[in-house]
C-alpha cells in the first residue's frame, strides 16, 4: 500500500531552466507534506515543507504546491543549478506523528550544465 | 557531535549472521527514529523512542528486528540470523523534541548500509 508515490524516477533539465518534481498521495488524513534532497553516500536533508491548510509555500528557488482534492503536489525549482543534482523524496505524516514519515519512491533530478 | 552519527557505515554480513547498528543523536534530542531504505525504494519507518521509551514499533519487519535505547541516548538496531532482503541502508533520525509535526526539525544520519551475502 503506496500512500505516497513518484512516478517518476528520473527527471532531466537544463541549467537555468524549471524543474517540476511531483508527488500523488491517497491518504487524505495527512497534516504535512516535506520534500527531501538526498546525495549519495548521504542521509536525507530537509528542504521545504507545506502544510495540508496551505495551497503555497515558497523557499527562495524552491516553491512546493498543493492540490489538495486531487491529492497532488509538486516541488519547482526555479532556476535549475547543477547543484540541484539529487534524489529528491517526497514525504508525508500526521499531526503529532511528525517523525513518523512516509516517504516516496523519489525521483533522481539531474541538472546539466 | 554536530550531526546523527551512525556506524557502521557499511557492514557485509553473511547470511545468518547477528549485525548491530549503532546510531548516536544530536546530544540533548528527546526523540529517535529509525527507517530502511531498500534499494531504489525511499525510507520505511521502523521504530520511534521518546527518551528510552519505545513507543512505536509498527514498522520493524519481523521478529528478527529489535531496537533499544536504554539511556535515552545512544540507540542500537540489532538485526539477527540476516537474511538477503535484509540489505538496506538503515538511517537513523531524532528530533529535538516529542514527536512534533513540523518534519522540518528531523535530522538524519548518513546511514549504515549492510549487504547480506
Known amino acids: 500500500d503506496q500512500q505516497v508515490k513518484q512516478n517518476s524516477p528520473s527527471l532531466s533539465v537544463q541549467e537555468g531552466r524549471i524543474s517540476i518534481l511531483n508527488c500523488d498521495y491517497t491518504n487524505s488524513m495527512f497534516d504535512y507534506f516535506l520534500w527531501y534532497k538526498k546525495y549519495p553516500a548521504e542521509g536525507p536533508t530537509f528542504l521545504i515543507s507545506?502544510?495540508?491548510?496551505?495551497d503555497k509555500n515558497e523557499d527562495g528557488r524552491f516553491t512546493v504546491f498543493l492540490n489538495k482534492s486531487a491529492k497532488h503536489l509538486s516541488l519547482h525549482i526555479v532556476p535549475s543549478q547543477p547543484g540541484d543534482s539529487a534524489v529528491y523524496f517526497c514525504a508525508a505524516n500526521r499531526y503529532n506523528q511528525g517523525g513518523k514519515l512516509i516517504f516516496g519512491q523519489g525521483t533522481e533530478l539531474s541538472v546539466k550544465p | 557531535g554536530a550531526g546523527v552519527s551512525q556506524s557502521p557505515r557499511y557492514k557485509v554480513a553473511k547470511r545468518g549472521q547477528d549485525v548491530a547498528l549503532r546510531c548516536d543523536p544530536i546530544s540533548g534530542h528527546v526523540s529517535l527514529f529509525w527507517y530502511q531504505q531498500a534499494l531504489g525504494q525511499g525510507p520505511e519507518f521502523l521504530t520511534y523512542?521518546?527518551?528510552?521509551?519505545?513507543?512505536?514499533k509498527s514498522g520493524l519487519p519481523s521478529d528478527r528486528f529489535f531496537a533499544e535505547r536504554p539511556e535515552g541516548s545512544v540507540s542500537t538496531l540489532k538485526i539477527q540470523r540476516t537474511q538477503q532482503e535484509d540489505s538496506a541502508v538503515y538511517l537513523c533520525?531524532?528530533?529535538?523534541?516529542?514527536?512534533?509535526?513540523?518534519?522540518?526539525?528531523?535530522?538524519f544520519g548518513e546511514g549504515s548500509w549492510l549487504t547480506v551475502v
Open positions: 533520525a531524532s528530533i529535538p523534541g516529542s514527536n512534533s509535526i513540523s518534519g522540518n526539525t528531523i535530522y
Open positions: 523512542f521518546q527518551n528510552e521509551a519505545q513507543l512505536d
Open positions: 507545506i502544510s495540508s491548510i496551505k
